[in-house]
């Protein structure tokens, strides 16, 4: 997993989300992207009930439709968390509700943090930036990006150039 132990890039980024996924390859691929990571967080638990093949298509489909909004980093962190043991345990049978609970709880509250940390990571480069620029040439570089932020950009790419 790229994101395991980095887990700010996977919300700074703009990786595909659940809903990218469909659009480009077609109803079912986000679903299809979900159910390896299901029955590779069974496998991790240990538990002796595994999720039947009815319980992973259902909680697969209900993922991509109700947090199809999530990029598919975002649920790598999850499922990390998930394995670190950060929403709880199961005890003896895999349980789609206690994921379904967990992933709930990660939208409302974690992915929340992650994203308000990356969000002042961008200010401090933002004033940091800003710090670069002489104090007599301010003004005109201000008249020059005042459109940068309407437009998404940050100051160092107003020429058009975006880094990838």
């Excluded at 996977?10 to 992207?33: E, V």
């Excluded at 947090?67 to 962190?77: D, G």
């Excluded at 005890?91 to 967990?102: F, L, N, Q, S, T």
């Excluded at 308000?116 to 020059?144: D, F, M, N, T």
Aim: a neutral charge; aromatic letters at 10%; hydrophobic letters at 35%.
């Amino acid at each position: 997993m790229k994101y395991v132990g980095n887990e700010l890039s996977a919300f700074a980024d703009t990786k595909a989300t659940l809903n990218d996924i469909s659009l480009a390859y077609g109803k079912g691929c986000a679903k299809a992207w979900v159910i390896p990571q299901l029955y590779d967080l069974c496998e991790f638990c240990g538990c002796s009930t595994k999720l039947t093949d009815a319980q992973m298509q259902e909680l697969a489909t209900i993922i991509s439709l109700e947090f199809h909004y999530l990029k598919v980093s975002e649920l790598l962190v999850f499922f990390r968390l998930m394995k670190c043991g950060k929403y709880g345990k199961f005890y003896g049978a895999v349980d789609p509700m206690a994921i379904m609970g967990a992933l709930n709880q990660y939208v409302k509250k974690d992915r929340g943090e992650y994203i308000a940390k990356v969000e002042e990571q961008k200010k401090e480069r933002e004033r940091e930036e800003e710090k670069k620029i002489p104090h007599y040439y301010r003004h005109e570089w201000e008249e020059l990006h005042k459109n940068d932020k309407a437009n998404g950009q940050n100051g160092g790419e107003a020429d058009g150039n975006t880094k990838a």
